[in-house]
């Protein structure tokens, strides 16, 4: 078993869960074309303050948000508190930017926190270091605002010091007024001559402050620190193998979204199927890592019905094959990855997981399981599934023992998106 980078936070019941939901949820689902559109289209803050005039989501049911979690088998959730575009969903004391002054008119952070924790899924802030909103923070090469004509003049009336100072008390509200908070998910830092960093942030300052108020919180990776992190956060793209940081294994959450855009995004096409997401969900544990999968809200409060649709179908799978998740991480390096195959393992009961990607021709060999396994099932539907090892005749053509198990499966792929066969160790 590989062993972790000690965390100062708590991640023990982090890896065991595994599974949560990331909500990314703004003024910017109102303009539904991806949570940049203010940087990407360099609006200016008297036409983007349009979507803050038209937030109104009116069908907007945190229970609703929820429930559809747990039923997907999520275990915790992390929700934009503020996203670059500096819109706050609680009713901060420092701002005026905020749900209450919209439309709107009521906090929408306070209700989605108590319906998450109503169904006994942990709390998680995600809150952006970068605020295109403020009035003191420094024009970047990443700003909206960075080709405007007079940059230089308006950076010189800019104190990111200030700025530093409001982020530092608004992480305060938030860990101060929402209860046992579990997750805190900084974002993001771009060091360089024309971006920002721990200076702009004032991070180590912020460091102390955040485990001052909580200790054992878990902190994510993004705050330009070297030490302190609990998590490294893997964004878009699946790790090969175990996340390392200087050269030993961390705790790590891959965070992925269904089809590219964060925010609410009404015309993307590249929306990945229930199979590749159950596959991704799979293929993080077998590297001991988490999934963080986002759904970007609509501007009337909903998930809309794709994103319903594919939490339905990873829901449907996890009822049956979820402890091939929980409680789950890597194999052991004795039992080799078969072919179109992911291992899960769980230590504590000792059992391994083989996820099997393409249904294959009655027979699946194992290397390396040979003498090891005392039962095998379906997870789907716990039938037995028999084991043989080859003949000693033909171990002696092998170049090299390969201590091959042989599982002799139906020839028709179980009705599950993903078949899972669980065995029993010795
Ligand atoms: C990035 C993006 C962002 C998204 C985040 C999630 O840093 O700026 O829009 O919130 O990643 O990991």
Not at 406 to 422: A, D, G, R, S
């Amino acid at each position: 078993m590989l062993s972790t980078r000690p965390t100062p936070g708590d991640t023990s019941w982090f890896v065991h869960d595994r599974f949560g939901l990331f909500i990314h949820w703004g003024t910017y689902a109102l303009a539904a074309r991806h949570e940049w559109v203010k940087q990407y289209e360099q609006i200016p803050d008297e036409v983007y303050d349009q979507y803050f005039r038209h937030f109104d989501p009116d069908l907007y049911d945190p229970e609703v948000w929820a429930q559809a979690a747990a039923d997907a088998g999520m275990k915790y959730f992390v929700v934009t508190t503020k996203h670059h575009e500096g819109f706050c969903l609680w009713d901060s004391a420092l701002t005026d930017y905020k749900a209450t002054n919209t439309p709107y008119g009521r906090d929408v952070l306070r209700p989605m926190v108590d319906a998450f924790r109503a169904r006994n899924l942990r709390v998680g802030f995600y809150h952006s270091l970068i605020d295109w909103h403020h009035p003191h923070f420094v024009i970047d090469d990443v700003h909206p605002a960075r080709n405007h004509p007079e940059r230089a003049r308006l950076n010189a009336e800019r104190d990111q010091r200030l700025y530093a100072e409001y982020l530092h008390g608004q992480v305060r509200e938030l860990l101060t007024q929402f209860g046992d908070v579990d997750i805190l998910w900084l974002d993001f830092s771009y060091p360089g001559p024309n971006g920002k960093g721990r200076d702009d942030w004032q991070s180590e300052k912020l460091y102390a402050m955040v485990r001052e108020l909580r200790p054992r919180i878990i902190l994510n990776d993004r705050l330009d620190l070297d030490e302190g992190w609990d998590i490294k956060t893997p964004e878009q793209f699946q790790p090969r193998e175990w996340v390392r940081f200087n050269g030993q294994p961390v705790v790590w959450e891959a965070c992925q979204t269904f089809s590219g855009s964060w925010g609410y995004h009404r015309d993307e096409a590249s929306w990945k199927s229930v199979d590749q997401l159950v596959q991704m969900l799979i293929d993080t544990v077998s590297k001991g890592g988490n999934l963080l999968l986002n759904v970007g809200p609509t501007g009337r409060g909903e998930f809309d019905q794709r994103a319903l649709d594919r939490l339905a179908g990873m829901g449907e799978w996890m009822k049956r094959h979820s402890r091939a998740i929980y409680g789950c991480t890597q194999a052991p390096e004795e039992f080799k990855v078969p072919q179109d195959c992911r291992l899960t393992y769980n230590p504590e009961k000792k059992r391994l997981y083989v996820h099997v990607f393409a249904w294959p021709f009655v027979q699946l060999h194992l290397d390396g399981f040979a003498g090891k396994v005392e039962y095998a099932q379906l997870l789907n539907d716990a039938s037995e599934v028999k084991m043989s090892t080859p003949p000693a005749h033909q171990v002696a053509l092998e170049s090299e023992p390969r201590n091959t198990l042989t599982l002799h499966l139906p020839v028709q792929k179980p009705n599950v998106t993903v078949p899972v066969i669980e065995l029993f160790l010795k």
